[in-house]
């Protein structure tokens, strides 16, 4: 069986780029990155035309380009929700600054956002420890006799969720009174 290769016009394919794109934008909030992977695999997967990898990116690129311009997609907005929403949910800044990065976004716009969070709030990883150990049940929402033995295992996992030494020895040695001011404030 011979594979006949169908070759489209260039404005075929950048309408298909573009449809796929509106249904991804549709249903998630993307970064310029996870588009234009997300793009590039389903062309590849869809697609019974025969494109070079290399002029596929640059009809990718172009695509994006024009939804920028158009302000369907933006990096900035992007970063900004998204660490808002992870503030919410108690993440400590560097696993945001993480997550950002991993995703895509630019340099500046990670600094931009960081920046913006430690205007607001001077000491947002201590609030961000609280609630994380309030979701996850350690450290001074242990019982008394039960917070000696749990120490490093807390720590640890204050540790994984990206927050410093300092900040989880602060949160672990808080009494359960001043634990409780703290919640009182969240």
Do not use: H, W
Request: proline share 1%; aromatic share 12%.
């Amino acid at each position: 069986m011979i594979l006949t290769k169908s070759k489209k016009n260039l404005t075929t394919i950048v309408q298909e780029i573009r449809k796929f794109s509106f249904s991804y934008l549709g249903k998630y909030a993307a970064s310029k990155q996870q588009l234009r992977t997300y793009l590039l695999k389903k062309y590849f997967n869809s697609s019974s035309t025969f494109v070079k990898k290399g002029e596929l990116l640059n009809l990718i690129d172009l695509v994006i380009s024009d939804l920028e311009k158009n302000k369907f997609i933006s990096d900035k907005f992007y970063s900004d929700s998204k660490s808002k929403n992870f503030l919410k949910r108690g993440y400590s800044i560097n696993k945001i600054r993480n997550y950002l990065i991993n995703k895509g976004i630019e340099e500046k716009y990670i600094n931009n956002t960081i920046s913006k969070i430690q205007e607001e709030d001077s000491d947002q990883d201590f609030f961000s420890a609280i609630k994380t150990c309030r979701k996850k049940r350690i450290g001074p929402n242990r019982t008394n006799d039960n917070r000696t033995l749990f120490y490093k295992k807390d720590m640890s996992i204050l540790a994984r969720s990206g927050f410093d030494y300092e900040t989880s020895k602060r949160v672990l040695d808080l009494s359960k009174n001043d634990y409780e001011k703290f919640l009182r404030l969240l």
